[in-house]
């Protein structure tokens, strides 16, 4: 069966996807879609939000549930490890996380590859919305890196050598595509065990941030 993926390339939740089906060993169709592209999103789902997987059976969005549905084997457990406490813990965590490395990364992200000058100023523009100026945003990164220290060194703490396991898991994923995105940051640095762990899940996701583009 052919599968198709639309997504952003920076995008966190398009990377978990992207790391579930390399963990999987499923081959898929990669479409990098235009941020500013409202029409094929909203063509699909009718919201325009990626990730979107394009399957024989439809359109599906919500990176768990397209997670889940690539795992037809339940290798990585992802249905019954939504439902536990430390599932939500995990996701709030991220979300603590997230929101620095966005602050951190957008202003870089919209000079990649990914982005044209259209697409370029229609993400800064809805980015702004929330954030303010991404100008201010790089002025202010040693305050954004000084908010992360401490929530990257809670994280580190947990890594044993893979999120409180000795085993990979689905948690793994989750953690690695929201952090990933901080590879683009200038002087931005992780620690050596951070970075070994990130390093270990790109190996076990046969995942390659920048492939993409040369398909
Ligand atoms: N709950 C969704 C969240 C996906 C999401 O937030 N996607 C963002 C990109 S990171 C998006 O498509 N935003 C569209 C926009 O802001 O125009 C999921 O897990 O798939």
Same mark, same amino acid.
């Given at each position: 069966?052919?599968i @198709? =993926?639309?997504?952003y390339?920076?995008?966190?939740?398009?990377?978990?996807?992207?790391? @579930?089906?390399?963990?999987?060993?499923l081959?898929?169709?990669s479409?990098?879609?235009?941020?500013?592209?409202e029409?094929?999103?909203?063509?699909?789902?009718?919201t325009?939000?990626l990730?979107?997987?394009?399957?024989?059976?439809?359109?599906?969005?919500?990176?768990?549930?397209?997670?889940?549905?690539?795992?037809?084997?339940?290798?990585?457990?992802?249905? #019954?490890?939504?439902?536990?406490?430390?599932?939500?813990?995990l996701?709030?965590?991220?979300?603590?996380?997230?929101?620095?490395?966005?602050?951190?990364?957008?202003?870089?992200?919209?000079? @990649?590859a990914e982005?044209?000058?259209?697409?370029r100023?229609?993400?800064?523009k809805?980015?702004?919305?929330?954030?303010?100026?991404?100008? #201010?945003?790089?002025?202010?990164?040693?305050?954004?890196?000084?908010?992360?220290?401490? =929530?990257?060194?809670?994280?580190?703490?947990?890594?044993?050598?893979?999120?409180?396991?000795k085993?990979?898991?689905a948690?793994?994923?989750?953690?690695?595509?929201?952090?990933?995105?901080?590879?683009?940051?200038?002087?931005?640095?992780?620690?050596?065990?951070?970075?070994?762990?990130?390093?270990?899940?790109?190996?076990?996701?046969h995942?390659?941030?920048?492939?993409?583009?040369?398909?």
């Amino acid at each position: 069966m052919s599968i @198709t =993926l639309n997504h952003y390339v920076h995008c966190p939740f398009c990377l978990r996807v992207r790391m @579930t089906l390399g963990y999987l060993g499923l081959a898929y169709n990669s479409k990098v879609l235009s941020y500013d592209d409202e029409v094929t999103p909203i063509r699909l789902t009718g919201t325009k939000m990626l990730p979107i997987l394009e399957t024989s059976q439809g359109a599906f969005n919500e990176s768990l549930d397209i997670m889940a549905m690539a795992d037809r084997e339940n290798r990585l457990e992802i249905k #019954e490890l939504i439902k536990t406490t430390e599932f939500q813990d995990l996701e709030k965590f991220l979300a603590q996380i997230g929101s620095h490395v966005h602050s951190l990364a957008m202003p870089y992200w919209m000079w @990649t590859a990914e982005f044209n000058d259209s697409s370029r100023e229609y993400f800064r523009k809805s980015k702004e919305k929330k954030r303010g100026p991404f100008s #201010e945003l790089v002025k202010k990164h040693n305050f954004f890196v000084q908010e992360l220290e401490p =929530l990257l060194h809670k994280l580190e703490a947990n890594l044993e050598p893979f999120y409180k396991s000795k085993e990979f898991s689905a948690f793994d994923i989750l953690i690695a595509s929201h952090l990933w995105g901080l590879y683009v940051v200038p002087e931005f640095q992780f620690t050596p065990k951070t970075h070994e762990y990130l390093q270990s899940v790109k190996n076990k996701c046969h995942f390659n941030y920048h492939q993409d583009f040369w398909k």
